[in-house]
Nanobody, 122 residues
Framework: QVQLVESGGGLVQAGGSLRLSCAAS????????IEWFRQAPGKEREFVAA????????YYADSLKGRFTISRDNAKNTVYLQMNSLKPEDTAVYYC???????????????WGKGTLVTVSS
C-alpha cells in the first residue's frame, strides 16, 4: 500500500525558511499527484500545493504563490515543499497526500501522511 511520511517540520522565526519532505513508498500505477495540505488549530484543512508525479504540472493556493514551491525527486520517491518568507499564520500541521488526480478537495485524496508540525514565531 502507498505510504507517505512527512518530515522537516519545526520551529522557525517569521521571515525564515523551511523545507518539508514527503517520502513515498509503494506508489500504485493509479497515483498521479502528490499534494500538500495544512491545518491550523481550529481551522479546516486547506490545500497548499500539488504536483503531478511526472513534475509536469504544479498548482498552488493563490495566497501562497511566490512563497511556497513544490518539487519532487523521483529517484528518492520524495516530494518537497520549500517554504520561504514564513509568517505566523503559516503555523499548522502540514500533511502530504496522494491522489489519482490533482484536486483541491480533501475528499479526493486517497492516502495521507500523519503530518509534520510547522510553528512560525513572531
Amino acid at each position: 500500500q502507498v505510504q507517505l511520511v512527512e518530515s522537516g517540520g519545526g520551529l522557525v522565526q517569521a521571515g525564515g525558511s523551511l523545507r518539508l519532505s514527503c517520502a513515498a513508498s509503494e506508489l500504485s500505477f493509479s497515483i498521479y499527484a502528490i499534494e500538500w495540505f495544512r491545518q491550523a488549530p481550529g481551522k479546516e484543512r486547506e490545500f497548499v500545493a500539488a504536483i503531478s508525479w511526472s513534475g509536469a504540472n504544479t498548482y498552488y493556493a493563490d495566497s501562497l504563490k511566490g512563497r511556497f514551491t513544490i518539487s519532487r525527486d523521483n529517484a528518492k520517491n520524495t516530494v518537497y515543499l520549500q517554504m520561504n518568507s514564513l509568517k505566523p499564520e503559516d503555523t499548522a500541521v502540514y500533511y502530504c497526500a496522494a491522489a489519482t488526480r490533482i484536486s483541491l478537495r480533501r475528499s479526493d485524496m486517497d492516502y495521507w501522511g500523519k503530518g509534520t508540525l510547522v510553528t512560525v514565531s513572531s
